[in-house]
């Protein structure tokens, strides 16, 4: 199958005017990418942030939107307030910290979503449920971020339906959240679902979904 196949695909599962597919070109050479745009990708996920700073500049003529969807950590910290118009992974008050320094240095409002960890098994990275409401205050009193929403990582599972409680918790996470903080309509982003699971996190309410392999096929 072709990117273009199966970029719409994907598309078709999904109404893009109440979800975002960010396409994950981690591992993927700029040519790739290009045919990606060409298929109608306009926003791009990386979860490196050394990986992107070159495809970013051989790109640049697309004007693509670029995420991390990584690990951050806070030694990339300035290059990636350059690169990113989202990221996925803020995950501690030390981090949340250091973006907000460096998106002040060079007169950002920096975007963020934090990357809660639901099932604690997926990924070692992510807050935990217990400190979610204490970063999100946190992330609240630094003036160059802004939080736009929450991030989870699912399990890996071969029967996608065993991982629809994590995207249902998060869900319910980002509406308790919400409530509790009076967060504004910036607050509005849920990123849930990879290429083995989105459909069941769109059905939990997804807004945007990281597609890697059932774009680009497997990575080498
Ligand atoms: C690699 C990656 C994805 C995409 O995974 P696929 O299974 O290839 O769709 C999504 N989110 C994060 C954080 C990733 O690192």
Redesign the pocket.
């Known amino acids: 199958m072709s990117i273009e196949q199966n970029v719409k695909i994907v598309s078709a599962t999904i109404n893009p005017s109440r979800v975002r597919l960010i396409a ?1 070109t ?1 591992m993927q050479t700029a040519a790739t990418v290009r045919e990606a745009f060409a298929a109608g990708i306009r926003t791009v ?1 990386e ?1 490196r942030v050394q990986e992107a700073v070159e495809k970013v500049a051989q790109l640049k003529d697309l004007g693509l939107e670029w995420h991390l ?2 690990h951050l950590q806070t030694n990339k910290v300035k290059t990636a307030v350059t690169l990113f118009s989202l990221i996925h992974s803020v995950d501690s008050m030390h981090l949340a910290a250091e973006i907000d320094h460096r998106a002040r240095d060079i007169d950002k409002v920096q975007d963020i979503l934090i990357q809660v960890n639901v099932s604690k098994e997926a990924t070692k990275n992510g807050v935990e449920v217990s400190e979610l409401l204490a970063l999100a205050n946190f992330v609240g009193t630094l003036p160059n971020l802004r939080l736009c929403g929450l991030m989870t ?1 699912a399990p890996l599972a071969k029967d996608p339906e065993e991982v629809r409680p994590v995207f249902r918790e998060t869900r319910q996470l980002f509406e308790k959240l919400r409530a509790e903080l009076a967060l504004g309509n910036e607050f509005c982003c849920l990123s849930m679902g ?3 699971d989105y459909p069941v996190a769109v059905e939990e309410g997804a807004t945007m979904i ?5 774009i680009f096929g497997a990575r080498v």
């Open positions: 994950v981690k996920g979860n969807i990584g990582i990879m290429s083995l990281r597609v890697g392999t059932a």
